[in-house]
């Protein structure tokens, strides 16, 4: 295995943990009502969904990956247009959309748990992150590394939260987050595109050379 591979693996842990979203809302609102503290138990609960969906995400692209990687470049054709679609929402999020997915919650480590093993959106954005940043390794990817890659995409998302954790107790971060939140929703949008972009690019011109 190459620290390439790990590098990419963890840096789509980092972006699937920390790019704003309905999990990063509640940690910037539970942060604003109860401080750190409650922000940092959320998110601990909320690994524990990212461990499940990493460790799905990661057997379902090297599973696509032994068939072939015509087969993956597929996977991420559609991974691609799955992240310029979340991407297009998060451009065109109105303020009112903003509002409905905010609020602090009482049990903050519960609905930590449920919240990230039940978040049907999950799967996918692992799925399509992952598939983002491996796409360009497709053939060096194997069985025998997947307790690595799932490691390497806990630590990067994991890294991911500690930001998170030290930006939502800080007063002057809460209030630029709540001046400018629309903002910041729509810059993540064009990180998302960018990133399918990206693989999108990348499928196509494996595509191609598998056809020529």
């Not at 630029?176 to 196509?204: D, K």
């Amino acid at each position: 295995m190459t620290p390439g591979i790990l590098l990419a693996t963890a840096l789509a842990g980092f972006v699937y943990g920390i790019t704003p979203g309905p999990g990063v809302l509640a940690v910037f609102g539970i942060g604003a009502d109860r401080g750190r503290r409650a922000a940092a138990s959320f998110l601990l609960g909320h690994l524990a969904g990212d461990v499940l969906w990493s460790t799905l995400a990661l057997v379902a692209i090297i599973g696509v990956t032994s068939f072939g990687t015509v087969v993956f470049d597929l996977l991420g054709i559609l991974s691609g247009l799955y992240l310029f679609w979340l991407g297009w929402r998060a451009v065109r999020t109105s303020r009112s959309a903003l509002a409905d997915g905010e609020g602090a919650m009482r049990s903050p480590l519960r609905h930590g748990l449920v919240f990230g093993a039940t978040n049907p959106k999950a799967y996918p954005v692992a799925l399509a992150t992952l598939t983002a940043l491996l796409s360009a390794k497709a053939a060096l990817l194997g069985w025998g590394m997947l307790p690595a890659l799932v490691l390497a995409s806990c630590l990067g998302g994991l890294a991911g939260y500690l930001i998170l954790v030290l930006l939502v107790g800080a007063a002057p971060v809460r209030r630029f987050y709540r001046r400018h939140q629309l903002m910041i929703t729509r810059l993540s949008g064009l990180l998302f595109i960018g990133f399918a972009a990206h693989v999108l690019a990348h499928s196509v011109s494996g595509l191609a050379r598998a056809r020529g």
